[in-house]
């Protein structure tokens, strides 16, 4: 097909057996187009067989369509124009549905802002919405590791189309191997040199908010979307790196769309029930194949078709069933902490409860030589639930446990964090995790904030991301609180200069001083529901 501004772009299709007409679904593939619906979905053919012709395309400047390749700019307009020329391919009934995931899934979001009779219904998932605070970066702190590996991706893949054999070659292999341990570990010097094939300093470079984000973002297209209205399905994970973008989507659109979200309990792929160290059973393996096919038969098909669900389902990663209702609780339960000021030095001295705590001192020194690093949660690898006990026991981690549960509590919601807090330092980073502890003592990350600070108000605010768990007796909660989370995040250097432009000479040893208990302002809040159900046997 050709775009309004005359680029060919190039698909692939599948058609059902039969005449039709029939509704088309399509994704717009950043990798490939033969890399199709793979990682988290059945094959294109799978769709088809279920009375669908389905397209997956080149987005503009990526295998083999024509344009050049500039990171979400053209994504709206070319989306637009791909759903009108899809509404149009013989056999269709004008109806067309867009799927994927991540680059795949807010691409969908673009395209909605855009007037688009023919689309439908949508189904993002693992998404940004303001791709500057949900994607790009994290409480102002840049998710290093993360945005460097996929800067790094999508540039070899430039660079290979350019046949420059030599630049493709050194990207893939930085892109196997990140070189975060040289003199500038943000901004590693093979970034520089080819600069000319990546988004990497552009997201680096423009922090604030500002027309760069507002280009590229949904978020700041939302009322397009709303008058547009096409049914949208949200499908995220807890331990997925993009998880704040899908529920920011969330909240924007309810109430202007006909809307629901599944959550589950998997990283960003794959979605199955093993995640980290434990298997969630037979419920956790995904089922989005079919809830995706419910959902675009209602809206794309005929109205006769059987309502889908709406509204939440989430998936409680303690009961091991999936909760639906109609919005997330609110952080509204306060624990506080306490101790007798060597909750570094002792995981058993700190102490989270829900009733006053005298007021304590608590230090956190962090040595920019050996700065604590991810265990498992949404920013390790492997992401998940992985066992964080020693991590909890270092001794630049403060940790606060609570006493063990009597009777089953729920979480299910986002998590927020006061800390009172001092430092030496112009500048710090703060990297909270809040655990589940079994009787046996394993540790198993629920949710995680991270965030940098500078001068700000006392206490500091770290929004923690949302999770949904069962607590059984027996078990317990465990906050852990660390200044760094390296390579997930750059070493922060403290003296003001943005972590990702630090040179290692920067780097300083950083003291947090850290008030707790009663009239400190330092609080834990926690969003509980009502116990899920038991599953069965």
């Given at each position: 097909m050709l775009t309004r501004d005359g680029v060919r772009l190039v698909a692939d299709l599948w058609a059902p057996d039969g005449q039709g007409p029939y509704p088309v679904l399509l994704m717009r593939q950043a990798y490939g187009r033969r890399i199709g619906t793979a990682l988290c979905y059945a094959p294109p053919a799978w769709y088809a067989s279920h009375g669908y012709i389905v397209v997956i395309q080149d987005v503009r400047g990526r295998g083999e369509s024509g344009g050049r390749f500039d990171l979400f700019?053209?994504?709206?307009?070319?989306?637009?124009?791909?759903?009108?020329?899809?509404?149009?391919?013989?056999?269709?009934?004008?109806?067309?549905?867009?799927?994927?995931?991540?680059?795949?899934?807010?691409?969908?979001?673009?395209?909605?802002?855009?007037?688009?009779?023919?689309?439908?219904?949508?189904?993002p998932a693992m998404i940004g919405w303001n791709l500057r605070t949900d994607w790009a970066y994290e409480n102002g702190a840049f998710p290093l590791r993360a945005n460097l590996g996929w800067a790094t991706q999508l540039a070899a893949e430039t660079a290979r189309l350019a046949e420059d054999h030599a630049a493709h070659a050194e990207l893939h292999l930085y892109g196997h191997a990140l070189p975060l341990s040289g003199s500038r570990p943000g901004r590693p010097d093979f970034m520089d040199r080819l600069g000319q094939y990546t988004h990497y300093a552009q997201w680096?470079?423009?922090?604030?908010?500002?027309?760069?984000?507002?280009?590229?973002?949904?978020?700041?297209?939302?009322?397009?979307?709303?008058?547009?209205?096409?049914?949208?399905?949200?499908?995220?994970?807890?331990?997925?790196?993009?998880?704040?973008?899908?529920?920011?989507?969330?909240?924007?659109?309810?109430?202007?769309?006909?809307l629901r979200m599944a959550i589950g309990p998997w990283s960003h792929f794959p979605w199955d029930r093993k995640v980290g160290d434990l298997d969630f059973g037979a419920a956790a393996v995904t089922d989005?194949?079919?809830?995706?096919?419910?959902?675009?038969?209602?809206?794309?098909?005929?109205?006769s078709a059987p309502e889908p669900e709406t509204g939440l389902a989430l998936f409680d990663m303690g009961a091991r069933v999936w909760r639906v209702q109609d919005d997330f609780g609110e952080p509204g339960t306060m624990f506080l902490f306490g101790g007798t000021g060597r909750a570094?030095?002792?995981?058993?001295?700190?102490?989270?409860?829900?009733?006053p705590?005298?007021?304590?001192?608590?230090?956190?020194?962090?040595?920019?030589?050996?700065?604590?690093?991810?265990?498992?949660g949404s920013f390790g690898i492997p992401a998940g639930p992985v066992d964080r006990r020693a991590t909890?026991?270092?001794?630049?981690?403060?940790?606060?446990?609570?006493?063990?549960f009597e009777d089953p509590a729920t979480l299910a919601g986002e998590i927020r964090l006061a800390l009172s807090v001092m430092s030496d330092s112009r500048a710090f980073d703060l990297h909270a995790t809040l655990s589940r502890v079994t009787d046996g003592g394993a540790s198993y990350p629920l949710a995680e904030g991270?965030?940098?600070?500078?001068?700000?108000?006392?206490?500091?605010?770290?929004?923690?991301?949302?999770?949904?768990?069962?607590?059984?007796?027996?078990?317990?909660?465990?906050?852990?609180?660390?200044?760094?989370?390296?390579?997930?995040?750059?070493?922060?250097?403290?003296?003001?200069?943005?972590?990702?432009?630090?040179?290692?000479?920067?780097?300083?040893?950083?003291?947090?001083?850290?008030r707790t208990g009663a009239g400190s302002g330092s609080a834990l809040f926690l969003p509980f529901a009502p116990p899920a159900e038991e599953p069965s046997p």
């Open positions: 700019r053209d994504e709206a307009a070319d989306g637009a124009d791909s759903v009108a020329w899809a509404a149009c391919l013989p056999n269709a009934n004008g109806r067309v549905g867009m799927f994927g995931f991540s680059f795949q899934g807010t691409n969908q979001l673009l395209a909605a802002t855009e007037p688009s009779p023919a689309l439908r219904a949508i189904a680096a470079d423009h922090p604030e908010d500002g027309p760069y984000w507002q280009a590229i973002s949904p978020a700041s297209k939302c009322r397009q979307i709303f008058e547009n209205g096409p049914a949208v399905f949200l499908i995220g994970g807890w331990y997925d790196s993009h998880l704040p973008g899908t529920l920011a989507a969330w909240r924007a659109l309810r109430g202007h769309v006909p989005i194949d079919r809830q995706q096919i419910a959902w675009f038969d209602r809206w794309l098909k005929h109205e570094a030095i002792d995981i058993g001295d700190g102490i989270l409860a829900a009733t705590m005298p007021p304590s001192d608590e230090y956190l020194v962090h040595d920019p030589w050996r700065p604590a690093a991810p265990c498992g909890d026991a270092r001794a630049d981690v403060l940790s606060f446990t609570t006493a063990p991270y965030g940098s600070f500078g001068n700000q108000p006392d206490p500091v605010l770290l929004p923690m991301r949302a999770t949904c768990a069962t607590i059984h007796p027996g078990e317990s909660l465990r906050l852990s609180i660390a200044a760094a989370c390296f390579p997930a995040f750059p070493v922060n250097p403290g003296n003001g200069v943005r972590p990702w432009d630090a040179t290692l000479p920067d780097l300083s040893v950083i003291t947090l001083h850290v």
